[in-house]
T-cell receptor, first 114, second 113 residues
Framework: AQSVTQLDSQVPVFEEAPVELRCNYSSSVSVYLFWYVQYPNQGLQLLLKYLSGSTLVESINGFEAEFNKSQTSFHLRKPSVHISDTAEYFCAVSDRRGFQKLVFGTGTRLLVSP | DTGVSQDPRHKITKRGQNVTFRCDPISEHNRLYWYRQTLGQGPEFLTYFQNEAQLEKSRLLSDRFSAERPKGSFSTLEIQRTEQGDSAMYLC???????????FGPGTRLTVT
């Protein structure tokens, strides 16, 4: 079984400041890793994913996440946030060998203010 | 719009009533998932279909819950004898294969009064 921990339920930050949203996971098997974003009144959208290869993955809107196997982490970072990045961010994992059931963390609400 | 659609978007029902939700996945996706999301929590897996076969069910899916995917296209999730604890957002997602992205629908918000 897998589990995901997102310790920060809310992260307030000023516009153009850097941000890191933390994600740690627990699993007895190899996993795929994902970050999903949920904007207000919208459905979940995939932000980025780690399947294999380079441990640093990037999204098209400037976010990046690094898979750290020894620390079982997949933290999400952005060097300069915008007001439009205000949303709920969910870290998720799935068993590499299974049918891709996603196990989500409880989410981190990113609040960007001017 | 060729994304995942769900109907209805909102449902208010009285305790003890039955409700049914529908999910239409992206047409070429043979994998379909149902999740439930309560306030302040991340989505939790309920059940999974590959084509028309229901291959996995979570312990969260009590006997009052049933899901179907006839002909491997749309899926329905029925809750019988609803309870207040069933109030949640019910999310549907679909994907093409094991490593491709799961695309989520907008969800059906159920409120049991």
């Amino acid at each position: 079984a897998q589990s995901v921990t997102q310790l920060d339920s809310q992260v307030p930050v000023f516009e153009e400041a850097p941000v890191e949203l933390r994600c740690n996971y627990s699993s007895s098997v190899s996993v795929y890793l994902f970050w999903y974003v949920q904007y207000p009144n919208q459905g979940l959208q995939l932000l980025l994913k780690y399947l294999s290869g380079s441990t640093l993955v990037e999204s098209i809107n400037g976010f990046e996440a690094e898979f750290n196997k020894s620390q079982t982490s997949f933290h999400l970072r952005k060097p300069s946030v915008h007001i439009s990045d205000t949303a709920e961010y969910f870290c998720a994992v799935s068993d590499r060998r299974g049918f891709q059931k996603l196990v989500f963390g409880t989410g981190t609400r990113l609040l960007v203010s001017p | 719009d060729t994304g995942v659609s769900q109907d209805p978007r909102h449902k208010i029902t009285k305790r003890g009533q039955n409700v049914t939700f529908r999910c239409d996945p992206i047409s070429e996706h043979n994998r379909l998932y149902w999740y439930r999301q309560t306030l302040g929590q991340g989505p939790e897996f309920l059940t999974y279909f590959q084509n028309e076969a229901q291959l996995e069910k979570s312990r969260l899916l009590s006997d009052r819950f049933s899901a179907e995917r006839p002909k491997g296209s749309f899926s329905t999730l029925e809750i019988q004898r609803t309870e207040q604890g069933d109030s949640a957002m019910y999310l549907c997602a679909s994907s093409f294969d094991r490593v491709s992205e799961q695309y989520f629908g907008p969800g059906t918000r159920l409120t049991v009064t």
